[in-house]
């Protein structure tokens, strides 16, 4: 029984039995890490000593017949910009390499209390910054599929882990698609949440009025069972929303007869691979049988989406990254004669080229002489891109769509044309400017490299997407078709 290859339910179906303890979970999984994880790069730090006794104190609850939480003993994975109380986090970056967190965010709270095991932190793009993985300080992490890869970004790491089998679910963060697109890039499920559903507090912001945490697992049940345990009303984020709660595994029902599915032309023009379109027809046909009412639609605004989006984030990001500064946080650089020089040396020696870029480009687009021409600019665009989708959320469902524009590209690719690293986004950011939800989950393969199929809900139908994505899922043959998940492919 290799337990590694298993998902949440079918682990905690284990535990709860008394087939495995989470002692023994938790050790197979660490195996499997330092089995593979020098090719793969998924970990910038693990939590060894205190995972297994954590995990030793829940064996020792279910043998007194104490209830139990949700996730009792199921080891997770967080991306290194969620803050965990005593764990380094990094960001990914040079700049935080020693920093540990003082406390606990919000969802690691929750992910804590239902009885999780954190195992370790992901690698991701600097700042959360990038499509690939490959602008973090510390290494570049490995598609599973094709270690010449990348696995996507900026939550790279744990879209890689899930695909590898070294974790059953990682958190990742999405500004603009960081967890559809390496979900897509690695074969597995990710999902970005309605914008204030689950809370920022203890994510490192990147840009506010973007940014949410969300789940990445093998299969869309777990990704149900993660979102029951991540969202809910936080006092501590401003942007929160306290609604009803939700028990999102009532939404995995095998059946859309009559849901109506929207798929916008422009989300299937010639900028897209041609055989990535296919495998998403090919899905869309899958659900058309099963009852599913079709219809092409169109989201006019599209074009202006990444422009847009490329003017907002680095905007936020300029403002939210002034706090490093070598004085509250982090590194501060060696050599200086002044508060200012602390500032200038630190920040020139602590961030990357990208991240550099990114406060370049968003402090010139707020300037006092360009504010009205960039930034008031495109947030007139992201209120017509909102309105795109409201218009055909009165009529559907849901919108079908591929999740990225090209499969998983090589290493070295597009690192150094950052419009073309940033085309990357073309399918997802409109998801984030609009605040609304969406899931990208396998639809087959291209070369064997994984395919993703993006599922876009309106905001908080979170329940409509998972539908969706479960009944795919149930009477698609896919799996049949690659029996190997991940990493197996490659022998890891
Ligand atoms: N790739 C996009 C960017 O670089 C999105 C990143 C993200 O969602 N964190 O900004």
Redesign the pocket.
Known sequence: MDVTTMTIHELRDKIRNKEISSYELVESFFNKIEKTDEKLGSFISLNKEKALKKAKIIDKKLENGEELGDLAGIPIAIKDNIVVEGLKNTCGSELLENFVSPYDATVIKRLKAEGAIIIGKTNM?EF????STETSAYKITKNPWDLDRVPG??SGGSAAAVSANQIPFALG???????R?PASFCGVVGFKPTYGLVSRYGLVA?ASSLDQIGPITKDVEDCAIALNSLVGYDKMDSTSIDREKIDYKKALINDIKGLKVALPKEYFDERIDKKIKEKVYDAVKVLEELGAEVSEVSLPHTEYALPA?YIL?PSEASSNLARFDGIRYGKRAENYESTEDIFINTRSEGFGEEVKRRIMVGTYALSSGYYDAYYDKAQRVRTLIKRDFDKVFEEYDVILSPTTPTPPFKIGEKVDDPVS??L??LLT?SV?LAGICAMSMPCGYVNDLPVGLQIIGNAFEEEKVLRVGYTYEKNDKIKEKTPEIGGEVNGL
């Open positions: 793009d959360a910054m990038g499509s970004g900026s963060s999405s500004t603009g698609g960081s967890i697109q990147f989006y984030a690293m940033y990357s986004d950011v984030n």
